[in-house]
């Protein structure tokens, strides 16, 4: 398995959750990490991308700005997602995918521009 979210679960509305993307592929430096969620009959969803060298080179969806937070440690091989301020419309399973291409937020949104996926993780938000 080349990547593999973790850290979802059950929470309520108002709690927190971190996902943590961790990775196989190397150098795991030059990828760029994305993440996406999925509810039954929808399609999948851009909600957060951060580049290779982390920092600044990072995009929100709208629906996630302000309450979510994306970061990496190019170390450790992982990049992590931490959801603040959960609601009920946060429910979905997240997946992670990478891809060596950087460009502008409408391109890092597109899940037809990421190369690798992995298997997701369920996130449960009760109201």
């Known amino acids: 398995v080349q990547l593999q979210a973790s850290g979802g679960g059950s929470v309520r509305a108002g709690g927190s959750l971190r996902l943590s993307c961790t990775a196989s592929i190397h150098p795991f430096s030059d990828y760029n990490i994305g993440w996406f969620r999925q509810t039954p009959g929808r399609e999948r969803e851009f909600v957060a991308a951060i580049g290779w060298s982390g920092g600044g080179m990072n995009y929100l969806s709208d629906s996630v700005k302000g309450r979510f937070t994306v970061s990496r440690d190019n170390a450790k091989n992982t990049v992590d997602l931490q959801m603040n301020s959960l609601k009920p419309e946060d429910t979905a399973v997240y997946y992670c995918?990478?891809?060596?291409?950087?460009?502008?937020?409408?391109?890092?949104?597109?899940?037809?521009?990421?190369?690798?996926w992995g298997r997701g993780t369920q996130v449960t938000v009760s109201s």
């Open positions: 995918a990478a891809t060596l291409h950087w460009g502008v937020a409408r391109f890092m949104s597109a899940m037809s521009n990421y190369d690798i």
